[in-house]
């Protein structure tokens, strides 16, 4: 709230659900810090002011089908959750996959469901999605989630390489309209073999 999150939902969510459940138990005592965090196999919990703002970028008001890429703890997942009907969020790391999904159902979530796959490619069964966030940067936006945002759904997504650049997209009469929002840094998108040969194909 004090950084500038007015949406009351979210404030509401970040106050409920608890963090130090979702980071590596010899940090769980600075949970409840501005911070990022570590959540195992090398990866990172964003600070909670960046999950609140993609959070509130994303508009939700109750009823929407959102896809999230990049599950890793399960904690913005759990956010989600409290905004909305229906998570659906895809993890390539096998253990945060397991792990996560573990989590979320000892703590009642019924409304997310976790993948273990290649974000690039989204999640095409369950599309199209209201809304999309993505926790992992890639050097462009994958044209899969593009193609699997509804008609004036709303994507968030952090692009670039080492530092990258917080983009909004809406989906507007079948355009995209986009706006770049702040500097942030994320743990790179990782591409499988398999991806990127699936990308070369839809490129031809
Ligand atoms: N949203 C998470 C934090 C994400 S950290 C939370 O609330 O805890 C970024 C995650 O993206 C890592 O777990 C990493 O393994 C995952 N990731 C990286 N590349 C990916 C890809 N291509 N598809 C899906 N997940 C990916």
């Known amino acids: 709230e004090a950084r500038g999150i007015k949406d009351k939902g979210v404030l509401a969510a970040i106050g409920k659900v608890e963090r130090h459940r979702f980071v590596s138990s010899n940090v769980a005592h600075l949970a409840y810090e501005d911070t990022p965090l570590p959540i195992g196999e090398g990866q990172t919990i964003s600070q909670p002011y960046i999950v609140a703002l993609m959070t509130e970028l ?35 790391r096998e253990p945060l996959a397991r792990q ?11 409304n997310i469901q976790v993948k273990c796959g290649d974000g690039y490619l989204g999640w095409p069964e369950f599309a199209p999605f209201d809304a999309i966030i993505v926790t992992c940067a890639p050097e462009d936006i994958p044209q899969s989630l593009i193609e699997q945002l509804a008609e004036g759904g709303r994507l968030v997504i952090p692009v670039g390489t080492h530092w990258q650049e917080l ?38």
Do not use: C, W
């Not at 500097?183 to 990308?199: A, C, E, G, I």
């Open 58 to 92: 994303l508009q939700l008001k109750g009823s929407e089908r959102v896809l999230e890429i990049g599950t890793g703890s399960g904690y913005q997942a759990a956010i989600l959750a409290e905004l909305t009907k229906e998570v659906y969020t895809v993890e390539i």
């Open 167 to 204: 983009k909004l997209l809406q989906k507007k009469e079948g355009r995209l309209l986009t706006a770049n929002l702040i500097p942030v840094r994320f743990v790179p998108m990782l591409r499988n073999k398999m991806s990127v040969t699936d990308d070369e194909q839809e490129g031809h």
């Open 100 to 110: 996560a999904e573990a989590l979320l159902k000892e703590l009642g979530y019924k």
